[in-house]
């Protein structure tokens, strides 16, 4: 076995709930075109709290986790925007507190479990161009709860 891994195969996917509150577990659809995904850091928000009287270092307390918008770099195609558009229409169309959940599988062959977590999914803008360059964009999302690991989803 290599000791390492490849994204070769790696997926991102999105489902909505079908019951508010709870994170689907099958019916999620691949987003094509992302040939890039951020790491999605849950560290806290450390907060300084040293006291004047401190002489040698500061003191710190844990604040809230904030992993930021999510950036997708996706290849900016027909397929792509079918698909995004499939997924912004889904997510518009949730109701009764329903949320929008993505999902970040690893390559099936790897064995390891999905990170999951609910978001808001923006509206897509221009992404620009270059000369000779791939047409590129960014599908951007925002965290709406807390990261989970499980199984990756049927």
Do not use: C
């Not at 401190?54 to 986790?65: I, P």
């Not at 397929?79 to 599988?105: C, H, I, N, P």
């Not at 992404?127 to 049927?154: K, R, Y």
């Amino acid at each position: 076995m290599a000791n390492g891994l490849i994204s070769a195969g790696a997926t991102v996917k999105w489902a909505g709930e079908a019951t508010a509150g709870t994170r689907p577990t099958s019916g999620y659809t691949i987003l094509p075109g992302v040939t890039a995904v951020p790491a999605i850091n849950q560290d806290a928000n450390v907060k300084q709290t040293t006291p004047i009287n401190q002489t040698v270092n500061h003191t710190y307390t844990r604040g809230l986790a904030d992993p930021g918008a999510i950036g997708l770099t996706v290849n900016d195609y027909d397929a792509f925007r079918t698909g995004f558009s499939a997924m912004k229409t889904a997510y518009d169309a949730l109701d009764g507190g329903k949320q929008m959940w993505v999902e970040l599988a690893y390559p099936p062959e790897a064995g390891l479990a999905s990170f999951y977590m609910p978001v808001e999914v923006t509206e897509l803008g221009f992404g620009g161009f270059e000369v000779d360059e791939v047409m590129e964009n960014t599908v951007n999302l925002i965290p709406a709860g807390a990261m989970v690991e499980a199984e990756a989803s049927a």
